[in-house]
């Protein structure tokens, strides 16, 4: 029989039993905890051992003078302290409570099988994918929605011609809420990786160009430090790695960073590293001279994709100008190399990426403002595990120990 993963022993726990465990901690105290949940102490210590089991770690130490989080609870009590801290800002924000005293209760009140329900519909777009993706009946998952909106007293879904859909307000509560289950599950993990010196997962957003090149760079690094470590990568244009990062799908994105970082996100600039116009060796605009505008607009472009820094950066380029042809827009760096190389058509690149190109020539034409810097993005109320803190920290260490042309962001 398969062991259960740390995200079955994640949903398997209670948030009564979560609750309880929290009051622990706070108070130091099993009798204090059952007197504040109103609760017996029997019946708290009977929950409180049941999670031990379920987790497989002692997490209070009980002395004559209290019962005391030991190294494993206090990892796990920080983030059940989190998971419950945004469920209940969450629960302000959409306006089903003024302040967190006032949310705290109604948390108290709401399951896990009716917050699964709102983030499986709002993942999967609808009831009936919901229930397959989940397993569970559509009359269930109908039934948990209207508790939960009931419980909160907000419209969180809406009735169409095509079936029941999430509101605005069912959007914001159920992204925040996916977020904060996170919590739960890297709880778990940690304990895990304190116990047995186990690697937790590290999903990271790689932007296409400079993104990948530097973590590229420094995963062999990582791996001789973790060599248990499971790593994730994905790659996707500037717009995707944003809503995955919003979405909790990456701990953090490697790349450009963007010029409008929305307040729920972070931005660490690393290497400032300015755009230039790129051709192949022996292109003809490289025996120019100083290129004009107007030769450049004489010749193909390969744009990025819409949203992106290098289109924004494109665009400013040829501002009140028809601008060149542009037949490809792509973030797509093997076909970009292949197309500039079999042809004579252009596009641009940062310091960073051309200096990681064989093959590619940069043009003379005047320094293209504003100069970007690839960095580090994450949540702002994002609270790493130790192994994705260590791999920041292996991305910045890389970055200082840089040669030129590259120069540390200011």
């Known amino acids: 029989m398969t062991a259960p993963t740390s995200q079955d022993r994640a949903q398997s726990l209670s948030f009564r039993q979560l609750r309880l465990f929290e009051a622990i901690g706070d108070l130091k105290s099993v009798r204090r905890a059952s007197e504040a949940c109103s609760l017996s102490q029997p019946a708290v210590t009977q929950a409180l051992a049941k999670m031990e089991a379920q987790l497989g770690a002692t997490l209070v130490d009980r002395r004559a003078s209290g019962s005391y989080l030991n190294e494993y609870g206090m ?14 800002r969450a629960v302000v924000e959409i306006g089903a409570a003024v302040n967190a005293d006032a949310a705290r209760p109604i948390v108290n009140r709401l399951t ?8 499986g519909v709002m993942e999967q777009g609808s ?13 269930s998952l109908q039934r948990a929605a209207r508790d939960l909106q009931g419980n909160l007293r907000v419209s969180l879904f809406y009735r169409t011609a095509a079936g029941m859909l999430v509101s605005p307000q069912g959007m914001k509560l159920g992204l925040a809420v996916k977020l904060a289950l996170q919590e739960i599950e890297w709880g778990v993990m940690e304990v895990d990786s304190a116990l047995d010196g186990s ?10 160009f400079g993104g990948s090149v530097l973590l590229a760079s420094v995963l062999d690094r990582f791996l001789e430090r973790h060599p248990s470590a499971d790593v994730r990568i994905m ?5 995707e790695m944003t809503r995955c990062l919003r979405a909790g799908d990456v701990d953090f994105v490697v790349g450009l960073l963007p010029q409008d970082v929305p307040p729920e996100l972070v931005a660490e600039p690393l290497v400032s590293t300015p755009y230039a116009v790129v051709g192949r060796e022996g292109h003809p605009l490289t025996r120019a001279g100083k290129v004009s505008i107007e030769q450049l607009m004489a010749y193909d ?8 820094s290098r289109r924004a950066c494109f665009d400013r380029i040829f501002a009140g100008t028809p601008g060149p042809q542009t037949h490809v827009a792509t973030c797509a760096l093997p076909i970009i190399r292949h197309l500039l190389k079999g042809s004579d058509r252009l596009t641009l690149m940062t310091s960073y990426e051309i200096s990681h190109e064989q093959g590619l020539r940069t043009l003379h034409c005047d320094p293209i403002q504003p100069v ?18 260590d791999f920041i920290a292996i991305i910045r260490d890389h970055v200082c120990a840089a040669p030129t042309p590259l120069r540390r962001a200011s």
């Open 127 to 139: 009831f009936e994918q919901a229930s397959e993706t989940l397993e569970i009946s559509a009359a």
């Open 112 to 119: 896990r099988s009716q917050l699964r329900t709102l983030v």
């Open 199 to 208: 690697a937790t997962p590290v999903v990271i957003g790689a932007m296409p």
């Open 75 to 88: 990892v796990f009590h920080a983030r059940i302290k989190r998971f419950f801290q945004q469920t209940e």
């Open 301 to 308: 472009w390969i744009t990025g994709t819409p949203g992106s």
């Open 372 to 389: 970007p810097a690839i960095g580090i993005t994450t949540r702002a109320d994002w609270m790493p595990t130790p192994v994705q803190s």
């Open 235 to 239: 790659n996707e244009s500037a717009l």
